[in-house]
């Protein structure tokens, strides 16, 4: 069976506290990036060991080497800039404040002028048995309010842009398909914003269609992954936002759901299903016959434990608008799509990954 599998995870995983403290240190000026490579090799390791544990066959490197689940990624872009905030100094409690919000902006040409996650991917490939995962942010991420932040001094022709974004996304997928991945995950949180009312109007305010933009993502999700090997699975993660425990939009897929599953060339996606404010499973119904949906009906910022028994009810639900077949299972989302984590503790993260297993297993006959 191809991934994904029919127990999977979005990727990232919580930060061990030697590991937050060195990304701290890092940005402050303490370590340089050789001193932090060495904290983040060991706990890549600890997080494979976890992963395999937990009985998971895609294994990611908990997006460890990275700040945030997008920034870093793209700072490595000729052409973008963004900037993370550096950390104020501690609360009187002795608490530490979260990080200044992060920038991101185009200051030229886009361009990929070196591999950026390529010798990362080869640390985790020869670090597991299993089946290395890749996340990378969506291309779309530098499309977010291009309208008023794309310099026309830079770009005065849209589709150059789009063009320049696709491109140098090309370069970095035949980088890691040539390092031997085949698992790639397109972390998206465009199309999921286009679900929520309000930031739709918000859109409409600053000059934009909604539904017209969701077009230009599938778009430039297709130009990117236009010469990706034949053998190569992507995958598509829809997010709502994910800051320690905190999320961003609401509203159900219905307002995307047709051309994010029928036009947009991936293989499966990752859906939020963990909660009202995800909506319901009606848009599933669009979904292609050959393309899968991992449900996520665990959540990753609360730490409850969810129970087998409600879980597969809502896989029943699920199953009233896709075929079982087409259905796999997950969390909803990563455990730290920012260095710092949600608020969950490491136990139960363990935990929630062997309860995906263990469903998986019951509902499908395999976790694989």
């Known amino acids: 069976m191809t991934a994904p599998f029919r127990a999977d995870h979005v990727g990232s995983l919580l930060r061990p506290t030697e590991l937050i403290e060195a990304h701290e240190r890092h940005i402050d000026g303490k370590i340089d990036r050789a001193a932090l490579s060495v904290v983040e090799d060991k706990y890549v390791r600890h997080a494979v060991a976890l992963q395999e544990a937990a009985g998971l066959h895609a294994v990611t490197d908990g997006e460890f080497r990275r700040m945030s689940f997008h920034f870093d990624f793209l700072d490595q872009l000729d052409g973008v800039s963004a900037v993370i905030g550096r950390a104020p100094e501690p609360t009187a409690s002795g608490e530490p ?76 997928i035949k980088a890691l398909a040539d390092a031997g991945c085949r698992y790639l995950q397109l972390d998206d949180t465009n199309f999921a914003y286009l679900c929520d009312g309000a930031m739709r109007e918000a859109a409409r305010q600053r000059g934009e269609d909604p539904d017209e933009r969701q077009h230009h993502f599938a778009e430039v999700i297709n130009a990117a992954l236009a010469e990706k090997p034949a053998d190569m699975v992507v995958c598509m993660h829809v997010c709502r936002g994910n800051m320690q425990s905190r999320w961003a939009a609401s509203g159900g897929y219905e307002p995307v759901a047709e051309v994010m599953f029928k036009k947009v060339n991936v293989d499966g996606y990752f859906l939020e299903f963990d909660s009202e404010r ?67 503790s490491e136990d139960v993260e363990r935990r929630k990954f062997a309860s995906v297993v263990e469903i998986a297993t019951a509902v499908w006959g395999a976790a694989q």
Do not use: W
């Open 278 to 344: 995800a909506g319901g499973f009606e848009p599933l119904r669009h979904l292609p016959e050959h393309k899968r949906v991992v449900l996520g009906l665990i959540s990753s910022k609360l730490d409850r434990m969810e129970t087998a028994a409600e879980i597969t009810r809502r896989i029943d639900d699920a199953v009233r608008f896709a075929p079982l077949d087409n259905l796999c299972l997950s969390p909803q989302c990563g455990f730290a799509s920012s260095f710092r984590g949600n608020d969950v």
């Open 97 to 172: 404040k979260a990080f200044t919000p992060p920038t991101l902006s185009i200051t030229g040409k886009v361009r990929h002028v070196r591999p950026i996650e390529v010798d990362g991917f080869r640390f985790l490939k020869a670090a597991t048995s299993r089946t290395p995962k890749q996340t990378i942010p969506s291309p779309t991420m530098l499309l977010r309010g291009e309208r008023g932040a794309l310099d026309s001094k830079i770009y005065a022709d849209r589709d150059a842009f789009y063009d320049d974004v696709a491109k140098a996304y090309r370069a970095e």
